[in-house]
């Protein structure tokens, strides 16, 4: 891979006795989509402040294209951001809150109204230039807070969580414009959301935070099939995580023995010796239904509890004779087959290499 | 009839009453500043700008009006940019003893204000700066700054605090911010402030009374015309007075509440 853009080294950020981002360490690369992920408090935001220079690391350092940028005030530097409150200036037109940046630079009128309006129609909303930026609708605001970054042609894009206003139909959209858009300009984009499924669409890799520490970093389909550690494989959810000894190992994987069963899952990348924990995750799309006991090896009888459909999709929780929760996803089609009903009795069963088992725990 | 409507007509009338009770003294001075009788009885005489004539000629009422034209411009300048000041501090930082530093920009509306003009005099002599014109400038920007951070606050509590981040993250120094995002933001309420404390300073008497020394200003030279014999000429130095506080304060709330519902809409 080519030189990192942006390197984070140790960098600690407190507030007082809060600890907002502890030790982190982070490459950002040139013209990749990555997107920082987490619930609210786990340092995400912070992060994102720190490259805009609006944080001043409390230790650690942060470069930006080779140069220490710790003590960098905001305004030297070159990280426009979009604000999750969009932040335009009321009292000033479409076409002047893009040229704002411009003016600060000292560019000339005539050439920073131009750019404005190159910025305003690409972003498909030059009729509205001159109108008073209050009276804009939210998907309208929208671009303009995007026309107000991108006229200052950086070589990063930092965004934070710039989706969260907007109905669900017009965030689809949007997201169609911020991807075309990063490939079209094929600069750096830094996306902090809380939602899996905008960073999932969207991003070429994914940082997934927790408690001000980094969790996992990786492709969203790294992340969703092989979660490094307990809190990713819950945090991403649909996930049927399940932990016990291990009792021997053989050429396929390690058999796991669990309250609900004993499993065989693949073989973790580190070999650990027979008698420790292991848990391992089994993804809910992963697992298949059968009336008939299976042959697999791994397969567990379960109970139904309820189903909770999202369009054509249903997620079945199911329960096993020692109480563990289990999640099976499928298409909705594949369940009327099935005629199953709330108690009804099935089988459970997964694949060997299905079944990840998580580092480190 | 239905009670919400007796109750609506009682609070009608007891508005009225309300204002009837302010307004009726300066309506008063009012009618009888063109009425040609020395003494304000009823029935009235004829209509007469007589009063009117006698103040303008009064060289003066010409000299205390420039006086307090001087005072509460410069007082309005000088007040607001404090009451801005210190608004600004408000809305910005955060520091040890910030309760106790706003409770004391926010003390000198609640002294009475005769203890604040004694105050004022024997602190102004003690240095040998009373009874000079700026003297009052400098007693009343004391007085009014309150006022003027008071309304400053308000607007930039309504403001988003990452407009300025935003100025900052598009290239702005903190000057440029300040002049290009924040200032731009507070105009309307900067402009209310400034008729306000005009307004305040153009028609306060017992500050200007002890600290102006030989330079009058108009409510003192009211003063002095009512001390000496009843005299309708206060009547219409009054009405002018009034006037021209009411169109400051009517000013005020104009370019305050017009950009307020602009905003909001």
Known sequence: ?361 | MNQTRVLNIMLVLYVACIFAFIFAPILFSLVFSFNSQRFPTIPLGEFSTEWYAKIFADPDVWIAARNSLIVSVSTAVVATFLGFCTAYSDFRYNFRFKGPYLALILLPPTIPLIIMALAMLAWLSKLGLSGQLWSIILAHSVLTAPFAMAIIRLRLNQMDPDLESAAWNLGGSEWQAMRHVIIPFCMPSIVSALCLTAAVSFDEFAVSWFVSGLNKTVPVVILEIVQGNIDPQVNAIGTFVFLTSMTLVILAQVFFISRQVKSHS
């Open chain 1, 1 to 361: 891979m080519s030189e990192p853009l942006v390197t984070f080294r140790n960098v600690k950020k407190h507030f007082d006795d809060f600890v907002a981002v502890r030790d982190m360490d982070l490459d950002i690369y040139p013209g990749e989509f990555l997107a920082i992920m987490g619930s609210s408090g786990c340092g995400k935001t912070t992060t994102l402040r720190m490259l805009a220079g609006l944080e001043t690391p409390t230790a650690g350092q942060i470069h930006i294209g080779g140069e220490l940028m710790n003590n960098v005030k905001p305004h030297e530097r070159d990280t426009p951001l979009v604000w999750q409150s969009l932040a335009l200036f009321p009292f000033l037109s479409a076409r002047e809150n893009v040229e704002f940046g411009l003016k600060m630079r000292g560019v000339a009128p005539a050439e920073r109204t131009r750019r404005a309006l190159e910025w305003l129609n690409r972003m498909e909303i030059g009729e509205f230039a001159e109108r008073n930026i209050t009276t804009l609708s939210g998907g309208q605001k929208q671009r303009v807070a995007l026309a107000r970054s991108l006229v200052m042609e950086p070589k990063m894009l930092l965004l934070d969580e710039p989706l969260s206003a907007l109905d669900a139909n017009l965030v689809i959209r949007m997201q169609a414009v911020l991807t075309r858009l990063q490939k079209e300009l094929g600069i750096t984009f830094v996306y902090v959301t809380h939602s899996q499924s905008e960073a999932f669409a969207m991003a070429d890799r994914v940082v997934i935070m927790s408690q001000g520490e980094i969790a996992q970093v990786g492709s969203p389909k790294d992340i969703y099939r092989a979660p490094a550690n307990r809190f990713v494989a819950e945090f991403v959810g649909r996930n049927n995580i399940l932990t016990g000894t291990q009792v021997s190992q053989d050429g396929n994987g390690i058999v796991v023995e669990t309250p609900s069963g004993t499993f065989i899952a693949s073989a973790p990348e580190t070999a650990r010796s027979d008698g420790s924990e292991v848990t391992f995750v089994v993804s809910a799309d992963l697992v298949s239904l059968s009336v008939e006991e299976p042959q697999d090896r791994n397969r567990v009888l379960c109970t139904l509890i309820s189903e909770e459909f999202v369009g054509s999709m249903v997620t079945l929780f199911l329960e096993s004779s020692d109480g563990h929760e289990f999640k099976v996803q499928m298409q909705e089609r594949d369940l009327i087959e099935l005629d199953l009903h709330s108690g009804s009795q099935i089988w459970l069963s997964w694949a060997v290499e299905n079944a990840h088992v998580l580092d480190g725990e």
